[in-house]
């Protein structure tokens, strides 16, 4: 019973996508849904966008074992990213009317710097996009009782949320993504209630929280190696995802520029406060379950927010659970499948081929979703990093690539073409060699790639005025 009401809800969502792709005409229909979204929706998709498997499943299991020290980078990093967007971004990349992210690095630091930074974006989506596919090759499993393999369950998902990205672009993201906004919010808080009852109380939960110690490692020990290791979780997150496509795209497709600050600020505090959410629902099973935990625990601990459902909710509450997670899932599948896609298109393709038809381009972007969905199957199917480990790595390689030269080019009048290209590549050696040569050092390898990128834009920005100037 519950796999059919996972089915119809499936097509359902599709069908809306679909519907929603009757819109496309041009290309900025496709990129930014003719930038005319209004607050409602756009925060919608900012928080949907987010709220995806790694908020449901990874952080819960990430939590149970670590406690709050182990969820510095997400929810913390993650929704204060979406908050400086909002206060130091929104505003001056929408007044630009640009259609990628990409196309502010040309415009700013010439053409090489526009294609470095945007293989560097693209190549981040990889994990990212991989952690919503395994998610939904899991949830096709656990519905079905093992029926649909994870690999089959991968396919499956893959390729349906594939249908309406490929054929709607950001108009089918931002419709589904309200849709499913309104789900994930009814259907955690619903199966909140149900749990609760169960567990004594919310207090209950939390009083248990505390005592095992859950709480109390949020900040570092005063120890250089602490501190630093707590700063990099912490900003690899909240200034990685910064220079991102899928954030870009929802500023750009607002109606105007207030809509996109607000729309930042709305979506960034919604996400905080409902991650915990699915925490607070996997630590209730400490209480409704412990076997269930110990079982997991130390094997997949991902399986544990689901297995309590199916074991210990009633079948509207696990219709609830289950239609509020692949809304989260697909919501984020199909705008992290967009981002790349489109920007690569933008960026990469167009710079090759500079008499593109508007026609052209969009059938060169559509062609770049397929192969991009593509690529991050295989990778899913592929990888034995946990879902919460893919999506913190994918943000690195933004980390100390992209984010100082975007944040210098908005706010220092004198970042240039040379310090830009520094800034990319001193950030890029610098993290590679220490990921390669001292992964465990003192140092971490992204916060030596970020200090490494600030010193190329400082040296080159400083360098006597010889008319650096973007080609």
Same mark, same amino acid.
């Given at each position: 019973?519950?796999?059919?009401?996972?089915?119809?809800? $499936?097509?359902?969502?599709?069908?809306?996508? +679909?519907?929603?792709?009757? &819109?496309?005409?041009?290309?900025?229909?496709?990129? *930014?849904?003719?930038?005319?979204?209004?607050? @409602?929706?756009?925060?919608?998709?900012?928080?949907?966008? $987010?709220?995806g498997?790694?908020?449901?499943?990874?952080?819960?299991?990430?939590?149970?074992?670590?406690? +709050?020290?182990?969820?510095?980078?997400? @929810?913390?990093?993650?929704?204060?990213?979406? =908050?400086?967007?909002?206060?130091f971004f929104?505003r001056?990349?929408? /007044? &630009?009317?640009?259609?990628?992210?990409?196309?502010?690095?040309r415009?700013?630091?010439?053409?090489?710097?526009? %294609?470095?930074?945007?293989l560097?974006?693209?190549?981040?989506?990889?994990? $990212?996009v991989?952690?919503?596919i395994?998610?939904?090759? +899991?949830?096709?499993? #656990? #519905?079905?009782?093992?029926?649909?393999?994870?690999?089959?369950?991968?396919?499956?998902?893959?390729?349906?949320?594939?249908?309406?990205?490929?054929?709607g672009g950001?108009?089918? %993201?931002?419709?589904?993504?309200f849709?499913?906004?309104i789900?994930?919010?009814?259907?955690?808080?619903?199966?909140?209630?149900?749990?609760?009852?169960?567990?004594?109380? #919310?207090g #209950?939960?939390?009083?248990?929280?505390?005592?095992?110690?859950?709480?109390?490692?949020? $900040?570092?020990?005063?120890?250089?190696a602490?501190?630093?290791?707590?700063?990099?979780?912490?900003?690899?997150?909240?200034?990685?995802?910064?220079?991102?496509?899928?954030?870009?795209q929802?500023?750009?497709?607002?109606?105007n520029?207030? %809509?996109?600050?607000?729309? *930042?600020?709305?979506?960034?505090?919604?996400?905080?406060?409902?991650?915990?959410? @699915?925490?607070?629902l996997?630590y209730?099973?400490?209480?409704?379950?412990?076997?269930?935990?110990?079982?997991?625990l130390?094997?997949?601990?991902?399986?544990i927010?689901?297995?309590?459902?199916?074991?210990?909710?009633?079948?509207i509450?696990?219709?609830?659970?289950?239609?509020? +997670?692949?809304?989260?899932?697909?919501?984020?599948?199909?705008?992290?499948?967009?981002?790349?896609?489109?920007?690569?298109a933008? /960026? =990469?393709v &167009?710079?090759?081929?500079k008499?593109l038809?508007?026609?052209?381009?969009?059938?060169?972007?559509?062609?770049?979703?397929?192969?991009?969905?593509v690529?991050?199957?295989?990778?899913?199917?592929?990888?034995?990093?946990?879902?919460?480990?893919?999506?913190? /790595?994918?943000?690195?390689v933004?980390?100390? *690539?992209?984010?100082?030269?975007?944040?210098?080019?908005?706010?220092?009048?004198?970042? /240039?073409? !040379?310090?830009g290209?520094l800034? %990319?590549?001193?950030? !890029?050696?610098?993290?590679?060699?220490?990921?390669?040569?001292?992964?465990?050092a003192?140092? @971490?390898?992204?916060?030596?790639?970020?200090?490494?990128?600030?010193?190329?834009?400082?040296?080159?920005?400083?360098?006597?005025?010889a008319?650096?100037?973007?080609?």
């Open positions: 019973m519950l796999l059919w009401f996972v089915i119809i809800y $499936w097509v359902i969502s599709v069908g809306i996508g +679909l519907w929603a792709a009757l &819109r496309v005409k041009n290309v900025a229909d496709f990129a *930014a849904a003719g930038h005319s979204l209004p607050l @409602p929706i756009v925060t919608a998709t900012v928080f949907a966008t $987010w709220f498997s790694e908020a449901v499943l990874g952080i819960p299991a990430v939590f149970l074992k670590e406690g +709050l020290g182990g969820i510095v980078a997400d @929810p913390f990093g993650s929704s204060m990213c979406l =908050i400086l967007v909002g206060l929104a001056h990349l929408y /007044n &630009r009317r640009m259609l990628t992210i990409g196309d502010f690095f415009e700013k630091y010439g053409r090489t710097v526009e %294609v470095l930074v945007t560097c974006i693209v190549v981040s989506y990889l994990g $990212w991989a952690a919503q395994k998610a939904l090759g +899991l949830v096709f499993s #656990v #519905v079905s009782d093992g029926a649909i393999t994870q690999t089959a369950g991968m396919l499956i998902g893959a390729g349906s949320v594939l249908i309406y990205t490929l054929f950001m108009w089918s %993201v931002a419709i589904t993504d849709v499913q906004m789900i994930i919010v009814i259907g955690m808080l619903y199966i909140g209630g149900e749990l609760t009852s169960q567990t004594g109380g #919310v #209950v939960v939390i009083e248990h929280a505390a005592a095992a110690g859950q709480f109390s490692n949020f $900040w570092p020990d005063l120890n250089l602490s501190v630093l290791g707590f700063t990099a979780a912490l900003c690899t997150m909240m200034l990685g995802s910064i220079p991102q496509q899928d954030v870009f929802r500023i750009t497709s607002s109606k520029a207030n %809509v996109a600050v607000q729309a *930042a600020l709305l979506g960034g505090a919604m996400y905080f406060v409902f991650a915990f959410v @699915p925490i607070f996997a209730s099973a400490t209480i409704i379950d412990p076997d269930l935990v110990k079982q997991y130390h094997t997949d601990p991902q399986m927010l689901p297995k309590l459902i199916l074991n210990h909710a009633p079948l509450a696990q219709v609830m659970f289950f239609g509020a +997670l692949l809304s989260a899932i697909k919501s984020c599948a199909s705008a992290t499948l967009l981002a790349p896609s489109v920007t690569f933008e /960026n =990469i &167009r710079g090759f081929y008499h038809s508007d026609h052209d381009l969009l059938k060169v972007m559509r062609i770049t979703v397929l192969c991009f969905t690529a991050v199957t295989l990778f899913a199917i592929n990888s034995e990093l946990s879902i919460f480990k893919m999506v913190e /790595n994918a943000y690195k933004t980390l100390v *690539a992209a984010f100082v030269p975007l944040a210098f080019g908005v706010y220092w009048s004198k970042a /240039n073409t !040379l310090g290209l800034a %990319v590549l001193c950030g !890029l050696t610098v993290w590679i060699g220490c990921e390669i040569l001292a992964p465990k003192i140092l @971490p390898p992204q916060l030596a790639g970020l200090l490494a990128s600030i010193i190329g834009m400082l040296l080159g920005g400083l360098v006597p005025k008319k650096l100037s973007a080609p």
